[in-house]
């Protein structure tokens, strides 16, 4: 398989030594330095494109690469405002998305269990509830992507909780989202349900870059020869 790295910071150089240890080539490594240079020609020498950057190239980089006809993963995250309209774009060109907000194959189970508890607490109000994420100071955008995933679940569940806020809130229908950017920690997540009596929580914590890199060239292998959305889901058949 012949790989496009569009973003060739800490995650892209994981990525390239993933997709090399499994025999895949990189054909391009696009960065801060050549991004404006690279041509429709480029990116079609590749398979599929991982595209790792930042919020505000996210959504250029993809449409290049449906001009170019070539499927992209992507893991970019921090531009959840737009991600509906780059579905609808992708589905009426006939291209291929597929985009996670965490490609951990641990962090998606946890996605699954969180869904599940969130349901289950709809049904104790004594339990109040909120979101921790902490990562590397680094990192551009907050909350993090996995963090409003799971945000979004809690919400989408629970009865007395009407949106989720990065911010303490005095407002006990607001979801808090607490985000802690420490040292070069590769990130942590926490769903906490507390009440008098006793807490509850969900952890999950990543030991190195390495399993979201994994997740990201599964992806890729993946999604070669479809047309369409998809996410971790589709691929881990949950």
């Known amino acids: 398989m012949k790989i496009a790295l569009i973003g060739y910071g800490k995650?892209?150089?994981?990525?390239?030594?993933?997709?090399?240890?499994?025999?895949?080539?990189?054909?391009?490594?696009?960065?801060?330095?050549?991004?404006?240079?690279?041509?429709?020609?480029?990116?079609?020498?590749?398979?599929?494109?991982?595209?790792?950057?930042?919020?505000?190239?996210?959504?250029?980089?993809?449409?290049?690469?449906?001009?170019?006809?070539?499927?992209?993963?992507?893991?970019?995250?921090?531009?959840?405002?737009?991600?509906?309209?780059?579905?609808?774009?992708c589905i009426e060109k006939d291209q291929t998305m597929f985009y996670a907000s965490n490609f951990s194959i641990g962090v998606n189970i946890f996605f699954r269990l969180n869904d599940y508890l969130s349901k289950i607490m709809n049904n104790y109000p004594e339990y109040d509830v909120f979101v921790q994420e902490i990562h590397h100071i680094h990192k551009v955008d907050s909350p993090s992507g996995t963090a409003i995933t799971?945000?979004?679940?809690?919400?989408?569940?629970?009865?007395?909780?009407?949106?989720?806020?990065?911010?303490?809130?005095?407002?006990?229908?607001?979801?808090?989202?607490?985000?802690?950017?420490?040292?070069?920690?590769?990130?942590?997540?926490?769903?906490?349900?507390?009440?008098?009596?006793?807490?509850?929580?969900?952890t999950h914590v990543a030991n190195s870059r390495k399993g979201f890199g994994v997740g990201a060239v599964a992806a890729a292998e993946w999604v070669i020869g479809k047309k369409g959305v998809f996410g971790m889901d589709d691929m881990l058949k949950f």
């Open 11 to 89: 995650m892209g150089k994981v990525i390239k030594a993933i997709a090399l240890e499994r025999k895949h080539e990189i054909v391009l490594e696009v960065d801060s330095h050549n991004m404006d240079t690279i041509t429709l020609d480029d990116l079609r020498k590749a398979d599929v494109a991982i595209e790792f950057t930042n919020p505000g190239g996210v959504v250029g980089n993809i449409m290049k690469c449906f001009e170019a006809n070539i499927p992209v993963v992507v893991g970019t995250t921090g531009w959840h405002n737009r991600i509906d309209e780059l579905k609808g774009i």
């Open 150 to 202: 799971l945000a979004n679940q809690i919400v989408k569940n629970l009865d007395r909780k009407d949106k989720w806020v990065n911010e303490e809130s005095d407002n006990s229908r607001d979801l808090e989202i607490k985000s802690d950017r420490i040292e070069e920690v590769p990130g942590t997540h926490v769903v906490n349900y507390y009440s008098l009596v006793d807490d509850l929580e969900l």
